[in-house]
Nanobody, 120 residues
Framework: QVQLVESGGGLAQAGGSLRLSCAASGSIFSISAMGWFRQAPGKQRELVAA???????NYADSVKGRFTISRDNAKNTVYLQMNSLNPEDTDVYYC??????????????WGQGTQVTVSS
């Protein structure tokens, strides 16, 4: 079994910053891509940013230049530094990891979600 535990969400003012963390633990052999998604009520979950094991990154157009994704492979942890926040960034943010388990299964795991609220 694999668990993803997120932290770092909360309340920020417009123009402020927050940093999200997500640590994966359990029966992990390796993790290829890790990423952050967000979802507003009644809307589809959308990709915010993703990073591969070799450090290649991908960002949604709406966050380019403001958000930075990084990961610590030794700790199986992914981070999302969010700067210049605006109210449109208010959402529940979910961590995602594409995990190859010790049993040989590849599976997409999700964190429980962390609320980010940006006030104007």
């Amino acid at each position: 079994q694999v668990q993803l535990v997120e932290s770092g969400g909360g309340l920020a003012q417009a123009g402020g910053s927050l940093r999200l963390s997500c640590a994966a633990s359990g029966s992990i052999f390796s993790i290829s891509a890790m990423g952050w998604f967000r979802q507003a009520p009644g809307k589809q979950r959308e990709l915010v940013a993703a990073v591969t094991s070799d450090g290649s990154t991908n960002y949604a157009d709406s966050v380019k230049g403001r958000f930075t994704i990084s990961r610590d492979n030794a700790k199986n942890t992914v981070y999302l530094q969010m700067n210049s926040l605006n109210p449109e960034d208010t959402d529940v943010y979910y961590c995602n990891a594409d995990v190859l388990t010790m049993a040989g299964w590849t599976y997409d795991y999700w964190g429980q979600g962390t609320q980010v609220t940006v006030s104007s």
